[in-house]
């Protein structure tokens, strides 16, 4: 067997519960940020911040192969703390995706630093501008807040907590990260860990545009998406086709397709989805416009941003077993980067052999002449630069 679920799904586990324990908002992800170092140190990955402060991770045992680059963000949606109104009273903007109607008076929030209780106070104008009342008088003025939900539990096999998105995708790349690095793999692998991508893919946008990254990387979004159909939370990691905004690599993405197909076959218990995930935006779009061959992967999350029902704020929450998943899929498809063109050459190779099929079949009347063969991307994409 090539991957050891059971191992990897405890050191998820326990990842995640690390970087869920440090609140972050967009712009204030320091804290959570050094606990990804911390992680990264133990376990003798190698990490630099690049110039915008983003977190990148390399596990490079061959240069002979082509980047393969996990990208996934530190941020969730959140308060910044815009200035004092009064000795426990504070003028805050919310950063995020989160409807209107979820912002009610009276919701417990946490003030950081120093995790001070705090309660939402009345919305000022139009904007996502809110009061914060803290429940003591504060020496320091505060910088951010978050909502006062548990932080990370372990229940009914699903990790719940205010921010999966997206730190059990921060938490699967550092496992998968780790467990290759454990096994002595020879990979190209980069994990991009970014800043603010709930305001708009900041950190990203950054990334793309640097020369950090190999402009032939290719390139995987990790997210939590929001359950919709036809995707099942339970049922594995979702090979994800596109986002609201794009449809991404249609190569890349049968790539991870042929690997997740070939792990079913090792492994029966291991299970795979693939959709088109239109609940939001991820930051594949981002890489994808800046030039890099991308696709996306995530796991079904529930209470997505922290809407729950009856427009309550909840906290989020994701199935450990799905997120295993991602982690073996990962692990899988960085070591057969070597192997790409081979895997996605299948597809044509299947086709030709249904051509000659097709040909045999047909009455002389309706032969279909020698001429279509199917050539697959990579021999197209070369064609199309080479003529
Ligand atoms: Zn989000």
Redesign the pocket.
């Known amino acids: 067997m090539e991957t050891f679920p059971r191992v990897n799904s405890q050191l998820l586990a326990k990842i995640a519960g690390r970087l869920m324990r440090c609140p972050a908002s967009p712009h204030h992800e320091d804290a959570v940020r050094t606990e990804a170092e911390q992680i990264c140190r133990e376990y003798g990955l190698n990490f630099k911040r690049d110039s915008y402060g983003n977190l990148l991770v390399r596990i490079q045992t061959t240069k002979a192969i082509r980047p393969f680059a996990l990208a996934a963000h530190l941020d969730?949606?959140g308060f910044e703390i815009i200035r004092s109104l009064g000795k426990q009273k504070w003028l805050a903007r919310f950063l995020?995706?989160v409807p209107d109607e979820y912002f009610k008076s009276g919701i417990p929030v946490r003030l950081m630093p120093g995790a001070i209780r705090g309660k939402l106070g009345k919305r000022i104008g139009k904007q996502k501008e809110f009061e914060i009342l803290s429940d003591q008088p504060l020496e320091t003025v505060p910088q951010f807040a978050v909502w006062e939900l548990e932080d990370f539990a372990i229940r009914n096999q699903q990790i719940h907590g205010r921010a999966c998105?997206?730190l059990v995708g921060v938490a699967a790349t550092l496992t998968a990260m780790i467990a290759l690095k454990q096994s002595c793999a020879r990979v190209n692998v980069i994990g991009v860990i970014s800043l603010a991508?709930?305001v708009g893919f900041h950190g990203a946008l950054a990334v793309a545009t640097s020369k950090e990254l190999p402009k032939d990387s290719l390139i995987v979004s990790l997210e939590t998406s929001r359950e919709l159909p036809p995707v099942k939370m339970g049922k594995g990691v979702i090979v994800r086709v596109g986002d609201r905004t794009s449809i991404f690599d249609s190569a890349a993405t049968r790539f991870l397709m042929e690997v997740g197909g070939d792990l079913k076959k090792r492994n029966k218990a291991f299970q795979f989805q693939r959709a088109l995930m239109y609940g939001?935006t991820c930051e594949a779009t981002a890489y994808q416009e800046y030039g890099f061959q991308t696709t996306a992967v995530c796991v079904a999350l529930g209470n997505y941003?922290n809407c729950a029902d009856r427009k309550k704020i909840d906290a989020e929450y994701v199935n450990l077993a799905d997120a295993s998943s991602m982690v073996e899929l990962l692990m899988s498809a960085a070591r057969q980067m070597a192997n790409y063109p081979k895997l996605i050459n299948r597809l044509p190779l299947r086709l030709n052999k249904l051509l000659r099929e097709a040909r045999k079949h047909a009455s002389p009347k309706t032969r279909i002449k020698e001429r279509g063969k199917a050539r697959g991307i990579a021999e197209v994409e070369k064609s199309a630069t080479s003529h």
């Open positions: 969730h949606p995020g995706g998105d997206d991508e709930e939001g941003h």
